[in-house]
C-alpha cells in the first residue's frame, strides 16, 4: 500500500506486445495534453481486455487506463462499470489517427475538458483522399464529364 502512495498519478496504458502498432499514437496523443503515462506490459487477451483495463484504472491514481491489443482500443475510467468502458473499439491500420485521438481523450478525461471528435477524422481523411485523386487527374489532364 505504501508503494502505491508513492506511485507518480498517471494513465496506465496496458499492452501484451511491444510492436503495437497503435501504441506510439497512443503515447503521442497523452504527451500532447501533457499527462504523464505508465505502460505497462499485461498478460491478456481479447477477452480478457476488458476486466483488465477495469482492474488498471481502479489502480491508476488518476482513475484512468487504456488497454489494446491488436488493432482493439479499450479506455477505462474508475468510475464506470466493467462492461461498460468509456471507449472500445476497433481500429484498422491506417487509422493511427484515432488511436491518437483515444489517447489524447484519454488524458482529457483528467482535465476535464471536451474530448475530440473520433470519428470527425474520417471525414478529413476523405477530404484527403479526395483531393490527391483531383490534383492527379487534374496533372494528368484528365478530363471527366
Known sequence: MIANNLEIPCIFVCINNLKEPFLKEILAGIE????????????FNESTILREVYTAAQESRMGIAIG???GRLVLHFNKLKEEKPLVDIKLDLYEKEK???????????YKIMPFKDIESVNMELLEK???SVIAVINKLNIKIT
Open 68 to 70: 489494446v491489443i491488436e
Open 99 to 109: 488511436a491518437r485521438i483515444v489517447g489524447c481523450n484519454a488524458a482529457r478525461l
Open 32 to 43: 500532447e495534453e501533457g499527462i504523464p503515462y505508465n505502460v505497462k506490459n499485461i498478460n
Open 129 to 131: 483522399v479526395r483531393a
